[in-house]
C-alpha cells in the first residue's frame, strides 16, 4: 500500500453534500485521520473566506494546517495565514475576463481573496446563489470597477445558465487566462497555468512530500489536473463522466457519504 500522508478534497458536490453542509459521518472519519498524523487539505475553488467554517468544524486549525484556494491560486497555513504560495491574475487578464461582459452581455465577477467585485452593466449575477455565505460582495460597473483601487484579483467567475457556459466555454480565448468549470453553471476564469495541480504541487515540496503520498478527491473538470496527478484519485459516484473515466477509483455520490465511505474501506476504520 503507497504511504499517504495527504488527503485533498474538493469541496462543492465531493466533500459535501448537496446543502452545503459536512455529513456527521465525514467529519468523524477527518477527525479521526488528521489525529492520527494525516495531513487533510480543503483543495477548492472558493476564496478564504469560504472555507474558515468548515476548516474549524473539522479541527484544521493547528500549526501545520493548509488550504488551498482558488483552483490553486493561493495555498495558505490554517493557522496564522502564512502564504505559501500565491499567483494572482495580471491587469491585462482582468481587463479581458471583464470585456468578456462587455461582449457576451453576461454579469462578470472579480474574486478577490477577501471579497468578491460584481459588475452589474449586464443583468444580477447568479454567483450569489453558488459563492460562499459570508463572503462580502462589493458591485460596481465596469468603468467605475476600472477606476477603483481593489484587492488583487485571483478569478473571474461568471454564473448563468448552463447552455450559456457550454458557449462561453467553446467560444471565450482570453489572453492570460485558462477557463475551466467547478459547477455545471459556474465559469472560472483563471491566470494561465493555474489550476489544482499547481496549488497542490506547491504543497508538497513545502512538506517534503511526493506524489505517491497524495490522495484527492473530486467530481469536477476543475479537478481534472489534481486527479491525473495524484498517487490515488477517487472520484465521486456523482462525478461527472470525464472525471470518472480518468480516476483511480470511483466511491459512492456525496449525498451517499461516498468519501467517508472510501476512507473507512481504505485504511480499515
Not at 478527491?217 to 470518472?244: C, H, T
Request: glycine residues 8%.
Amino acid at each position: 500500500m503507497q504511504q499517504f500522508k495527504l488527503l485533498a478534497f474538493d469541496l462543492d458536490h465531493t466533500l459535501l453534500k448537496e446543502d452545503g453542509t459536512l455529513a456527521p459521518e465525514t467529519i468523524t472519519v477527518l477527525t479521526h485521520l488528521h489525529d492520527a498524523g494525516m495531513k487533510i487539505v480543503l483543495c477548492s475553488g472558493r476564496p478564504v473566506p469560504g472555507l474558515t467554517k468548515l476548516n474549524q468544524q473539522l479541527g484544521l486549525t493547528r500549526p501545520g494546517d493548509f488550504s488551498i484556494y482558488f483552483n490553486g491560486g493561493l495555498v495558505r497555513e490554517n493557522n496564522k495565514g502564512t502564504v505559501i504560495f500565491s499567483q494572482t491574475m495580471p491587469e491585462q487578464a482582468v481587463a479581458g475576463v471583464v470585456d468578456v461582459g462587455r461582449q457576451y452581455k453576461v454579469p462578470v465577477n472579480l474574486v478577490a481573496a477577501n471579497a468578491v467585485y460584481a459588475l452589474l452593466d449586464h443583468g444580477e449575477s447568479q454567483y450569489p446563489l453558488v459563492a460562499p455565505h459570508g463572503m462580502p460582495f462589493l458591485f460596481y460597473r465596469a468603468d467605475e470597477y476600472r477606476d477603483a483601487k481593489t484587492e488583487a484579483i485571483y478569478k473571474g467567475a461568471i454564473a448563468v445558465k448552463p447552455t450559456l457556459v457550454d458557449q462561453l466555454q467553446s467560444n471565450l480565448n482570453i489572453e492570460g487566462v485558462d477557463i475551466t468549470r467547478s459547477r455545471r453553471q459556474l465559469l472560472e476564469l483563471m491566470p494561465a497555468g493555474i489550476n489544482k495541480r499547481v496549488g497542490l504541487e506547491r504543497l508538497l515540496k513545502h512538506l517534503g512530500y511526493g506524489t505517491e503520498n497524495l490522495m484527492v478527491f473530486g467530481d469536477e473538470e476543475n479537478d481534472r489536473e489534481m486527479m491525473l496527478f495524484a498517487g490515488l484519485s477517487v472520484a465521486v459516484g456523482n462525478a461527472i463522466p470525464s472525471i470518472k473515466a480518468i480516476a483511480d477509483r470511483v466511491t459512492d455520490t456525496n449525498e451517499e457519504n461516498g468519501v467517508a465511505n472510501f476512507l473507512k474501506k481504505y485504511f480499515y476504520l
